[in-house]
């Protein structure tokens, strides 16, 4: 396996694991996250204001727009330049999901 694909296996398991996050909660039912591109996490921006109140929506955009940023860095193949600033391991991953969860949970939802 190359190193490029390695990356891109790692950036798909972030993106998996914080779509899970998300996509598991029972206020985001009819409003699942399609993915961490900008434009993914527009249209579940947009959706999301129906069910959830619009600090929490805004937390949780915050959140996705920099790993979703980050996530891109991992698998881009100019890495090289970001190489050190953009170390997402499991601790930062599962720091995120909690991060996520805590703002599920400070409005009320699972």
């Not at 598991?24 to 129906?50: K, M, T, Y």
């Not at 890495?79 to 409005?107: H, S, T």
Request: charged fraction near 25%; aromatic fraction near 10%; include cysteine.
């Amino acid at each position: 396996m190359t190193e490029r694909t390695s990356r891109f296996n790692a950036r798909i398991n972030i993106e998996r694991s914080i779509l899970s996050t998300i996509n598991s909660s029972h206020c985001c039912i009819n409003c699942p996250l399609a993915g961490l591109s900008s434009g993914a996490i527009e249209d579940w921006r947009v959706r999301a204001f129906q069910f959830l109140p619009k600090a929490a929506v805004e937390d949780i955009v915050y959140i996705l727009i920099e790993i979703g940023r980050r996530a891109g860095f991992l698998a881009d193949n100019s890495r090289g330049v970001f190489e050190g600033n953009d170390n997402l391991d499991k601790i930062y991953v599962a720091d995120i999901q909690n991060k996520i969860k805590n703002i599920f949970k400070k409005y009320g939802y699972t």
